[in-house]
């Protein structure tokens, strides 16, 4: 008799070896297709405008053109700033404002 219990045990045990490679197996596959996900977000993920400018979303005109300026200063590539990066907050500040208000 047990013997018998003994070998229900070890094919329980083999049994649950198995399981534990397939799902071992999903989860690979599933953390593959996340990484791929996450990957195209963020090559399509553009940041809002007022989280570029450090503004809130209701600001008004001048707040935006003001919170521009600031950060232009800093980041312009005339002035050794990264030319990416001021690229973005014209964008942010075009959005924000309209193209044809600045």
Same mark, same amino acid.
Do not use: C, Y
């Given at each position: 008799?047990?013997?018998?219990?003994? &070998?229900?045990?070890?094919?329980?045990?083999?049994?649950?070896?198995?399981?534990?490679?397939?799902?071992?197996?999903?989860?690979?596959?599933?953390?593959?297709?996340?990484?791929?996900?996450?990957? &195209?977000?963020?090559?399509?993920?553009?940041?809002?405008?007022?989280?570029?400018?450090?503004?809130?979303?209701?600001?008004?005109?001048?707040?935006?053109?003001?919170?521009?300026?600031?950060?232009?200063?800093? $980041? $312009?590539?005339?002035?050794?700033?990264?030319?990416?990066?001021?690229?973005?907050?014209?964008?942010?500040?075009?959005?924000?404002?309209?193209?044809?208000?600045?």
């Amino acid at each position: 008799m047990l013997s018998a219990d003994i &070998q229900a045990l070890v094919a329980q045990a083999q049994q649950l070896e198995s399981e534990n490679r397939e799902l071992r197996l999903r989860v690979k596959r599933l953390e593959g297709r996340v990484r791929q996900l996450e990957r &195209q977000e963020q090559a399509s993920a553009e940041p809002e405008p007022w989280v570029v400018l450090s503004v809130q979303p209701t600001a008004t005109a001048e707040e935006v053109q003001a919170a521009f300026r600031t950060l232009a200063r800093e $980041h $312009h590539p005339d002035l050794g700033g990264d030319p990416l990066r001021f690229q973005q907050l014209t964008t942010a500040r075009d959005a924000m404002l309209g193209a044809g208000s600045r």
